[in-house]
């Protein structure tokens, strides 16, 4: 098989492109644009529309899951904790200066 005269070969990996607003287009996508907790059960990235504070559900997260958190348009800051206490990179509450992943670990 061949596209435009060049070899095509196939894989069962999704790719999702070379940024990270290409993740927000392929992968399950939270957007939030209002304080509150968030559910983040099968999640895999998380849009701030707006600034906040944002309460991550730890009881939504599994072990090693990866999510990505990225404010494509949040005026004012964005900050994260965990329910139960838990800490996210070190911190109590997080303020998102960028597009991050985190890993959930499984401890709160």
């Known amino acids: 098989m061949s596209l435009q005269g060049k070899p ?4 069962s990996a999704v ?3 070379g940024d990270l607003t290409s993740a927000l287009h392929n992968l399950l996508t939270l957007d939030a644009s209002a304080s509150g ?3 983040l059960a099968n999640v ?3 849009n701030f529309i707006q ?8 009881s939504s997260l599994v072990t090693n899951q990866l999510v990505l958190f990225i404010s494509t348009g949040a005026i ?3 900050r994260i904790s965990l329910s ?3 800490t996210i990179a070190g ?3 997080y303020q998102l200066a960028g597009p991050i992943q985190f890993s959930y670990d499984g401890t709160i």
């Open 91 to 93: 911190s109590a509450v």
């Open 51 to 58: 600034g906040g504070v944002f309460v991550l559900q730890s």
């Open 37 to 39: 907790t968030l559910n």
């Open 84 to 86: 139960g206490g838990g």
């Open 8 to 11: 095509v070969s196939e894989s």
């Open 15 to 17: 790719e999702i492109g």
């Open 76 to 78: 004012g800051p964005v």
């Open 44 to 46: 895999r990235a998380v």
